[in-house]
């Protein structure tokens, strides 16, 4: 942990929210269970702070990507049901079993390879299995999936604790590909008698006809947009910088990098000590063309002013009444939401959420 007085800027992390909004999304579907996916250190918060905040809200089942994540997340939560996302790793298999952590096999591959270790083991170990309903990224294809089922969910060498899909577009509302999906996943469900289903993502809590017997929320847990249109639950996050200095810059000269910006008039312009190297994205910042991402300072919202460099962000900040170095500037928070900076960088929450760096002075709260 950096301490704050050698920290560019504070992150801090409101550990309370994030139960509130898995329990929102829990109440969403109340015949379901509700995991939650920690994925990219729990999409850029930490591990080992997110699982045990989720973990005492009432998570019993997480989803990782890789098995690194896994075994972090199992020395968190050692009660826990634990899905990793993206398949095998042959050099890893002798990890699952140690942690307990459950693969999710995507692939024919993946499934020969785990049933062969669970049979070299002679036991048999708990898997899910992917089948893709459309996405076309991971998992089985519809063929390889019902001749697994073929002889039965009981036959296999491993244990089917779980047959999932992934949506590819549930967070457009109305997409016809969701539709489609919704009816693939309950088709194949047939085929894998008493064995639990998993379709909703995020976006898929707003779908009672996908819920089936695990949601899975990612981002919304984390208080990003996961359906267009809609507000997304409560924040998570909030940056807060103390400005480091404070200059004029005359009508018609230009501040920054590429001199993209150009004062409209006499201006001030606060710097404070976040750049892209801390997550915050490069793309957020002004032009003469493009008003960027928006910070508060003084409680006023004051356009950045110029690019975003490595190290530092300039905000214009003629409007924000006397502004002098130590003073905040938030750049998350009181009104900006997460998406707010990624829609002015041209990306989305998601990856603004797991940018944020490890430069920053982190305070968990509750």
Same mark, same amino acid.
């Given at each position: 942990?950096?301490?704050?007085?050698?920290?560019?800027?504070?992150?801090?992390?409101?550990?309370?929210?994030?139960?509130?909004?898995?329990?929102?999304?829990?109440?969403?579907?109340?015949?379901?269970?509700?995991?939650?996916? &920690?994925?990219?250190?729990?999409?850029?918060?930490?591990?080992?702070?997110?699982?045990?905040?989720?973990?005492?809200?009432?998570?019993?089942?997480?989803?990782?990507?890789?098995?690194?994540?896994?075994?972090?997340?199992?020395?968190?939560?050692?009660?826990?049901?634990?899905?990793?996302?993206?398949?095998?790793?042959?050099?890893?298999?002798?990890?699952?079993?140690?942690?307990?952590?459950?693969?999710?096999?995507?692939?024919?591959?993946?499934?020969?390879?785990?049933?062969?270790?669970?049979?070299?083991?002679?036991?048999?170990?708990?898997?899910?299995?992917?089948?893709?309903?459309?996405?076309?990224?991971?998992?089985?294809?519809?063929?390889?999936?019902?001749?697994?089922?073929?002889?039965?969910?009981?036959?296999?060498?491993f244990e089917p604790a779980l047959l999932m899909s992934h949506f590819a577009c549930a967070d457009e509302p109305g997409h016809a590909l969701t539709a489609r999906q919704i009816d693939r996943f309950a088709q194949l469900r047939g085929l894998f008698p008493g064995v639990p289903g998993s379709l909703a993502n995020s976006a898929g809590c707003a779908l009672p006809a996908s819920h089936h017997d695990i949601m899975r929320p990612g981002v919304a847990l984390y208080g990003a947009r996961f359906v267009s249109g809609r507000d997304p639950l409560e924040p998570v996050v909030r940056l807060d910088a103390p400005v480091v200095q404070v200059r004029g810059v005359a009508k018609g000269q230009t501040v920054g990098y590429g001199a993209?910006?150009?004062?409209?008039?006499?201006?001030?312009?606060?710097?404070?000590?976040?750049?892209?190297?801390?997550?915050?994205?490069?793309?957020?910042?002004?032009?003469?063309?493009?008003?960027?991402?928006?910070?508060? &300072?003084?409680?006023?919202?004051?356009?950045?002013?110029?690019?975003?460099?490595?190290?530092?962000?300039?905000?214009?900040?003629?409007?924000?009444?006397?502004?002098?170095?130590?003073?905040?500037?938030?750049?998350?928070?009181?009104?900006?939401?997460?998406?707010?900076?990624?829609?002015?960088?041209?990306?989305?929450?998601?990856?603004?959420?797991?940018?944020?760096?490890?430069?920053?002075?982190?305070?968990?709260?509750?």
């Open positions: 942990m950096i301490p704050q007085n050698e920290a560019g800027a504070t992150l801090t992390i409101d550990l309370g929210a994030l139960q509130r909004n898995y329990r929102t999304l829990a109440a969403m579907g109340p015949k379901a269970q509700c995991a939650a996916v &920690v994925k990219a250190d729990a999409y850029g918060l930490g591990i080992e702070k997110a699982g045990p905040a989720l973990a005492q809200a009432g998570c019993r089942t997480f989803f990782v990507a890789h098995v690194s994540e896994g075994k972090r997340l199992r020395a968190a939560v050692p009660d826990a049901a634990i899905y990793v996302l993206n398949g095998l790793f042959g050099a890893a298999l002798d990890t699952y079993a140690a942690h307990d952590l459950r693969p999710v096999l995507g692939s024919r591959e993946d499934v020969e390879a785990f049933a062969a270790f669970c049979d070299t083991a002679g036991r048999q170990l708990p898997a899910a299995v992917h089948v893709d309903t459309g996405m076309n990224r991971l998992g089985l294809d519809l063929a390889e999936a019902a001749l697994l089922a073929e002889p039965g969910p009981a036959a296999l060498a993209t910006w150009t004062a409209p008039r006499t201006s001030r312009i606060a710097i404070v000590s976040v750049g892209y190297a801390d997550g915050y994205i490069r793309q957020a910042g002004s032009t003469d063309r493009k008003t960027g991402a928006p910070a508060r &300072v003084n409680g006023v919202l004051c356009p950045l002013a110029g690019r975003v460099s490595m190290d530092l962000i300039a905000i214009d900040v003629t409007d924000a009444g006397q502004v002098t170095s130590g003073d905040a500037a938030t750049l998350l928070g009181d009104g900006i939401g997460v998406d707010d900076v990624a829609e002015a960088a041209g990306t989305i929450g998601y990856e603004m959420l797991t940018s944020l760096g490890r430069r920053y002075h982190r305070r968990y709260i509750d």
